[in-house]
T-cell receptor, first 111, second 117 residues
């Protein structure tokens, strides 16, 4: 299969550990944020979203934290599994505007 | 499978040729987006439709690129006189736009990988 993001920042974690992936967004007016997971040869897959009126949202094994003061978003994955290995993108949106994607982080889960 | 589908998955063409890609969105979704993604980058917005109306085009979208969504369902993206710099993954996404009262989530297709020789 093809590779996505050959020169991306890489985060390597041991299987079973927690992962934290960070994203700095650019537009202080952005009011909606999404984390996507992209596996090699596939399109981005929705993981979790958060609105700007929240600072934390939890899903199954994932938590997104939003710090609007410093325009920072993070994705926490609990008990990281081999299937979590992928490239992760954050995307920001301002009502009526387009989604803008960050550069991505490659997560590599070590056995 | 009722997700977003794209065809073809891979396309190899010679410089100067025209290519056309198709996207079939999730059936009840009113918005359809096209993105381009190169290695090491996140998806870059190209254009989007709400129903059959093309509401916005990126400055990245040169006049060699044209997109249509004639019946508000599937969409096509055509690239005329392809150049080597057009080599990329072309992603389609769809969403159900709830209006200003809500948020929209985009669901992506698998992409079409274009290689221009």
């Amino acid at each position: 299969g093809e590779s996505v993001g050959l020169h991306l920042p890489t985060l390597s974690v041991q299987e079973g550990d927690n992962s934290i992936i960070n994203c700095a967004y650019s537009n202080s007016a952005s009011d909606y944020f999404i984390w996507y997971k992209q596996e090699s040869g596939k399109g981005p897959q929705f993981i979790i979203d958060i609105r700007s009126n929240m600072d934390k949202r939890q899903g199954q094994r994932v938590t997104v934290l939003l710090n609007k003061t410093v325009k920072h978003l993070s994705l926490q994955i609990a008990a990281t599994q081999p299937g979590d290995s992928a490239v992760y993108f954050c995307a920001e949106n301002n009502y009526g505007q387009n989604f803008v994607f960050g550069p991505g982080t490659r997560l590599s889960v070590l056995p | 499978d009722t997700g977003v589908s794209q065809d073809p998955r891979h396309k190899i063409t010679k410089r100067g040729q025209n290519v056309t890609f198709r996207c079939d969105p999730i059936s009840e979704h009113n918005r359809l987006y096209w993105y381009r993604q190169t290695l090491g980058q996140g998806p870059e917005f190209l254009t989007y439709f709400q129903n059959e109306a093309q509401l916005e085009k990126s400055r990245l979208l040169s006049d060699r690129f044209s997109a249509e969504r004639p019946k508000g369902s599937f969409s096509t993206l055509e690239i005329q006189r392809t150049e080597q710099g057009d080599s990329a993954m072309y992603l389609c996404a769809s969403s159900s736009y709830p209006g200003l009262a809500g948020q929209e989530t985009q669901y992506f297709g698998p992409g079409t990988r274009l290689l221009v020789l």
